[in-house]
T-cell receptor, first 114, second 110 residues
Framework: KNQVEQSPQSLIILEGKNCTLQCNYTVSPFSNLRWYKQDTGRGPVSLTIMTFSENTKSNGRYTATLDADTKQSSLHITASQLSDSASYICVVSVYGGSQGNLIFGKGTKLSVKP | DGGITQSPKYLFRKEGQNVTLSCEQNLNHDAMYWYRQDPGQGLRLIYYSQIVNDFQKGDIAEGYSVSREKKESFPLTVTSAQKNPTAFYLC?????????FGPGTRLTVT
């Protein structure tokens, strides 16, 4: 069964600190992996998209890694800011299929405290 | 101002009433999607449409209906047959790998 598991479920860090969120998946065949940021009560916004051949991609203070062999991804946030408080969702796309076949993780809720 | 709009942001209905959620996009995307989000769960696909006048059921289509008469619009109707309609509903459109989400509509049915 295609699944995406994220850890931790929630995380509290102090402003200015770094953190790493984890995503493990059992999706086959694999097409790409995305990380989204979702503020409370808002729609998700894309941070990064990585295909099979990419093992790291950055977007400002966000850096995503992908290990296609172990089927693991991480999202590293550097020098956290209060505005980073949000849910971070890992999404894996299944190769082929007319609907895009996106498998969503449940998200990690990050709280950045002053 | 380009993007996806959903209206209203909050919607309240009595049990037994049908309700229609609006989704409009001016991104010229062919593919559009409706998802449902419940606390502690990942997004679940309700319906999707790859092209005008065509749509397909997703994983949890029971109790929902859609139409796609125009490229820009993909309204979702939550019918009285939906057992647990209270949720956050997200509309999205797609271009290549990238999926763009609207701001969502929070539906509360009492």
């Amino acid at each position: 069964k295609n699944q995406v598991e994220q850890s931790p479920q929630s995380l509290i860090i102090l402003e200015g600190k770094n953190c790493t969120l984890q995503c493990n998946y059992t999706v086959s065949p694999f097409s790409n992996l995305r990380w989204y940021k979702q503020d409370t009560g808002r729609g998700p916004v894309s941070l990064t998209i990585m295909t099979f051949s990419e093992n790291t991609k950055s977007n400002g203070r966000y850096t995503a890694t992908l290990d296609a062999d172990t089927k693991q991804s991480s999202l590293h946030i550097t020098a956290s800011q209060l505005s980073d408080s949000a849910s971070y969702i890992c999404v894996v796309s299944v190769y082929g299929g007319s609907q895009g076949n996106l498998i969503f993780g449940k998200g990690t809720k990050l709280s950045v405290k002053p | 101002d380009g993007g996806i709009t959903q209206s209203p942001k909050y919607l309240f209905r009595k049990e037994g009433q049908n309700v229609t959620l609006s989704c409009e996009q001016n991104l010229n995307h062919d593919a559009m999607y409706w998802y449902r989000q419940d606390p502690g769960q990942g997004l679940r696909l309700i319906y999707y449409s790859q092209i005008v006048n065509d749509f397909q059921k997703g994983d949890i289509a029971e109790g929902y209906s859609v139409s796609r008469e125009k490229k820009e619009s993909f309204p979702l109707t939550v019918t009285s047959a939906q057992k647990n309609p209270t949720a956050f509903y997200l509309c999205a459109s797609r271009s290549g790998y990238e999926q763009y989400f609207g701001p969502g509509t929070r539906l509360t049915v009492t």
